[in-house]
């Protein structure tokens, strides 16, 4: 085994879609796959095979269209789970079960109901198990960082006898600080003493996952699992960006430690995610955040002017956030526009590739400089969607600041054209109205962010709306010069995307 790689885990479509709000349809799922392969992580973690015939299909397909990655699904420790995790990576090259059980006293008690001997017992039964759908079984002691140390060493040892090559020491509820994982990891890779991986998967609840991760990678860890922008439940897992990064820079501390993720893919993959699930990093998030290269102050700005490293340790150019780049105008050609689609990490089929040229002409007419960020939501919002169940074809709205405001839609449904009206308190009240009334579905809106995607006046909108149909949320985008188009297309995404998952349970 080489013992200075250290294997990236990701499991943005597993924990990471865990988080509030980041749901993702197979179609979207697919996307971030591909460019997790880009950005060359070790093992993606794509879903939770039994958790519904969605998760099953999304993992399925991925595992289809996977080359190098190995690709993984999370399994409870049932037979249940084993067995669908098994089938859905099955057309995998390379594939992994990942299966778990709490091993912390408060769990085995108050959620488990189960004695230690008979935790370690399912623990067994399930790391065989998998085994005979794949070789390659990594076995979790969910909240291990809360677990007594001699009962995380007898249930490892028995999951390694079992044939686990993995063994993950997850810090679930984020409770640890480093000093405490150096030491906690420190054992447990001295007792494991090479039989198998060690991983580490923090969450984020005190704000510590990367010091954390990055303490247990120096205790000897050699397996990370985190997501891109950190993303995952609660306070989210520790950031994939900010633990390669602190590796690469802080080489005079990790060095020979190191990692192949190909750096220049980190900010199109963390932009890739945002545009998809709607959620921005925080603009001082650490690498991503769109102030993370940004020098407001005076005194920085004349320093970086006169010499970068005086307040960079990092180059913007290294993740592939490239300040410089072309910016396209209308008299741009295909050749060029293709050139900087494969640069943002989009490779289209000819007839996608038409279909977002001719939009971008139309863009272009509109608006004297596209941006990449136009670019990259255009083609996420536009041109990489679902099948439209339901197209939204025309608005004409009136706002009125002292009273009622209406809309009238006109939208495909089938061969048949439908055209509504309805009034509304505020144009998108009657935007959405108009919608339920043409669809017959009613969805109650959870939650609508408008962002501008780029800079000037004339930005595009970027609307993502949440919306409950029948009790299922799913998100929708839109995109548009205008910010009530840009609703529209958004609400209606959404209702094809729930028309989408009701017709595949
Ligand atoms: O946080 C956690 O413990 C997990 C396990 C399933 C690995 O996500
Ligand atoms: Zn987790």
């Known amino acids: 085994m080489n013992n200075d790689k250290i294997i990236i885990f990701d499991t943005t479509l597993r924990d990471g879609e865990q988080s509030p709000g980041a749901s993702m349809n197979t179609e979207e799922k697919i996307r971030i796959a591909r460019q997790l392969e880009r950005l060359n992580v070790d093992v993606m973690e794509v879903g939770f095979a039994a958790a519904s015939r969605g998760d099953f299909d999304a993992i399925h397909q991925i595992a289809k269209q996977a080359s190098n990655a190995s690709i993984c699904s999370l399994a409870r420790a049932v037979d249940g789970d084993i067995k669908a995790a098994g089938e859905a990576i099955a057309p995998a090259k390379n594939r992994r079960i990942h299966t778990f059980i709490a091993t912390s006293p408060i769990h085995m008690e108050f959620k488990l109901k189960m004695s230690p001997d008979e935790v370690i017992r399912r623990a067994v039964r399930a790391v065989e198990y998998a085994k005979t759908f794949c070789d390659d079984v990594e076995f979790s002691c969910e909240d291990a960082c809360r677990s007594e140390m001699s009962f995380l060493k007898e249930i490892c040892d028995a999951a390694i006898n079992a044939g686990a090559k993995t063994i993950n020491i997850p810090d679930t509820v984020g409770y640890l600080y480093p000093e405490e994982i150096t030491a906690r990891i420190g054992e447990m890779v001295k007792f ?93 998030k650490a690498i991503v955040g769109k102030n993370a290269f940004a020098h407001e102050s005076g005194i920085h700005q004349d320093g970086v002017l006169k010499h970068k490293e005086t307040y960079e340790i990092i180059s913007a150019e290294s993740i592939g956030l490239d300040k410089n780049s072309l910016i396209l105008g209308k008299h741009s050609g295909r050749h060029a526009f293709k050139d900087k689609l494969v640069s943002l990490g989009f490779e289209l089929e000819d007839s996608a590739l038409n279909e977002a040229f001719e939009k971008f002409k139309a863009l272009a007419d509109k608006k004297k400089e596209v941006f990449d960020d136009d670019l990259r939501a255009l083609v996420t919002s536009e041109i990489i969607k679902i099948p439209e169940v339901f197209e939204f074809l025309t608005l004409t709205q009136s706002s009125c600041n002292k009273g009622l405001s209406s809309a009238a839609i006109t939208l495909r449904h089938a061969d048949e054209i439908k055209s509504d009206a309805a009034l509304g308190n505020g144009t998108a009240d009657a935007i959405f109205k108009v919608i339920d009334r043409l669809s017959g579905i009613n969805g109650v809106l959870k939650d609508y962010k408008v962002n501008a995607v780029s800079q000037g006046k004339d930005a595009l909108a970027n609307v993502v709306v949440k919306v409950e149909f029948n009790g299922k949320t799913v998100i929708g985008h839109g995109l548009d010069i205008d910010t009530m188009t840009a609703s529209a297309k958004a609400y209606v995404g959404a209702l094809n995307s729930y028309v989408k998952i009701s017709a595949t349970k």
Do not use: W
Not at 206 to 227: D, H, Y
Not at 250 to 256: E, G, L, Q
């Open 192 to 284: 494991i003493n090479g039989r198998a991986v060690v991983s580490v998967h923090n969450h984020n609840d005190l704000g510590l996952a990367t010091a954390n991760s990055l303490a247990a990678i120096k205790a000897g860890a050699r397996q990370v699992e985190c997501t891109l922008n950190g993303i995952g439940e609660r306070a989210g897992n520790a950031a994939l960006e900010e633990i390669v990064m602190a590796i690469k820079t802080r080489s005079d501390v990790f060095a020979p430690l190191y990692t192949d993720i190909v750096y220049k893919e980190i900010y199109p993959s963390s932009r890739l995610l945002a545009g998809i699930i709607g959620i921005e990093p925080q603009p001082n």
